[in-house]
Nanobody, 116 residues
Framework: QVRVIESGGGLVQTRGSLRLSCAAS????????MSWYRQAAGKERELVARLGTTGGSTNYADSVKGRFTNPRDNRKNTIYLQMNRLKLEDTAVYYC?????????WGQGTQVTVSS
């Protein structure tokens, strides 16, 4: 069974950093398109970063370019979202998504709250 579990959310001040983790089970992350999405209160879910399969590059939303990176550890079958210079508007629930052949699996999400 394909599963992804997010962790690492929390409360952080503006300009601070936080690293989210997405642990995968039931599949190998190098064979799926792995993405991070976020959903702020009252807003639609939006794509933050999409990591390609092995050898693929990462695409980032304009709002996070230069601040977020999306590394992965193939040995741990885990992807990360390294968030730097956080802003108030980064506050949201962050979700991990795994996609292959049009079928997607989502995690339960992890809350990130940025305070001033």
């Amino acid at each position: 069974q394909v599963r992804v579990i997010e962790s690492g959310g929390g409360l952080v001040q503006t300009r601070g950093s936080l690293r989210l983790s997405c642990a995968a089970s039931g599949f190998t992350i190098t064979t799926y398109y792995m993405s991070w999405y976020r959903q702020a209160a009252g807003k639609e879910r939006e794509l933050v970063a999409r990591l390609g399969t092995t050898g693929g590059s990462t695409n980032y939303a304009d709002s996070v370019k230069g601040r977020f990176t999306n590394p992965r550890d193939n040995r741990k079958n885990t992807i990360y979202l390294q968030m730097n210079r956080l802003k108030l508007e980064d506050t949201a629930v962050y979700y991990c998504q795994a996609v292959r052949f049009g079928a997607s699996s989502w995690g339960q999400g992890t809350q990130v709250t940025v305070s001033s």
